[in-house]
């Protein structure tokens, strides 16, 4: 016998129809992943805690670390969320503008010990290289801004994204050009060799710099913003570049005022960052500027106090992360380190694309 479909049968199938369309799919998929992630890293956590392969100091060690690299970090991720605070475009081209700045100051490093006054004034030669480094990047930014940027202000933004790239690569190999390909090791100054006991624990005098003079900086950065006319006119260029305009700011002046101060800052990160590693490459923007991109993501771009605290994030979890959750699944956790960060880029992406101080894109429109 033939079966006919009446009124109920019918509207019973556009019930399951409209319950399935209905059916929270990304959610769904959302909390699938984050309960394997909880899992993994509990998992992780427990066998390496009971290998005891690490012991209280190593820890320490291990959150130092973070600390350091996530400070270098902080530093250039301001630069990414000042330009996008007043723009709202990713400058990519901003981890070359760190480049430029800590390679330059090389030879300058390497002249000043030539001469033997690199060890005999070392106050005064970190100094030289901090100007050198920062005036460098900072007139790099300039021209960027300039010939990059300035003309396609107004443009949809996947415009000035695909020129960032673009510039990035152009200034990589334009420094290749006249520094040539290989790495090259920088001075050391013997006042920062050694540690120093704080409350029990050794820390070396490199990290101290690092951490006090990134520190230093972004306390002045936050103040500048706060506290100063220029300041304020910055922000109100990030609200709306229009009525800033009617009202009496100088919106030319103020957007290259903020590539300035975004290249200093990089130039100074620049000589803080050879304080860890200790050897410049053309290429070595690259990283840590995609880094310093996520730190800037992680805590919420266009927030000056989120790009901070997303460096250290981003510090902390490639120094301890590796080790506390994955020595205990994988050999060699620590060649996995990049897999952490970009991890976290994309999870932040997923769950929380502002960031933890940023506000939402619709916002920020």
């Known amino acids: 016998m033939a079966t006919i479909d009446g009124p109920s049968g019918s509207q019973n199938k556009k019930s ?49 670390q973070g600390l350091t690299r996530g400070s270098v970090y902080a530093l250039i991720a301001l630069g990414y969320t000042l330009v996008y605070g007043i723009l709202l475009i990713i400058n990519f081209a901003h981890g070359e503008v760190f480049m430029a700045g ?27 290289l901090f100007a050198v480094s920062a005036a460098v990047s900072t007139g790099v930014a300039l021209v960027l801004e300039k010939v990059a940027y300035r003309p ?21 190999y334009t420094f290749r050009g006249f520094y040539g390909a290989s790495a090259r090791a920088y001075p050391e100054i013997g006042v920062l060799a050694g540690t120093v006991n704080l409350a029990g624990i050794n820390v070396q005098k490199r990290q101290i710099l690092v951490v006090v003079g990134a520190t230093l900086l972004w306390l002045a950065l936050f103040f500048f913003i706060e506290r100063t006319r220029t300041g ?61 991109f996520t730190a800037a993501v992680l805590g919420g771009i266009g927030s000056i106090t989120g790009a ?28 996995l380190v990049d897999l952490v960060a970009f991890g ?13 101080l940023g506000a939402p894109e619709e916002k920020r429109a």
């Open 152 to 172: 396609l202000r107004g443009k949809p933004r996947l415009v000035p994204l695909i020129t960032a790239i673009g510039a990035s690569l152009f200034l990589q």
């Open 16 to 64: 399951w129809r409209v319950v399935i369309e209905r059916f929270p799919v990304r959610r769904t998929i959302l909390w699938i992943l984050s309960l394997t992630i909880i899992y993994g890293v509990i998992v992780g956590t427990t066998k390496t805690l009971a290998l005891g392969l690490f012991d209280a100091d190593d820890w320490i060690s291990f959150t130092i």
């Open 308 to 335: 901070a605290l997303g460096g250290l994030i981003l510090g902390l979890m490639e120094a301890v992360g590796p080790n506390l959750f994955l020595t205990g699944l994988v050999p060699s956790p620590n060649q």
């Open 344 to 356: 976290i880029l994309v999870l932040v992406l997923i769950f929380k694309p502002g960031g933890f």
């Open 102 to 128: 800590a390679y330059t100051a090389f030879f300058v490093a390497m002249g000043l010990h030539g001469q033997g006054f690199l060890n005999a004034q070392p106050v005064l030669s970190l100094l030289i």
């Open 232 to 292: 304020r006119a910055m922000r109100a260029v990030g609200e709306d570049r229009e009525i800033a305009a009617l009202m009496g700011v100088d919106v030319d002046k103020t957007i290259r005022i903020t590539f300035a101060i975004g290249g200093a800052l990089a130039g100074a990160a620049g000589i803080l960052f050879v304080q860890i590693f200790n050897q410049v490459t053309f290429a070595m923007g690259f990283l840590p500027g995609l880094k310093a």
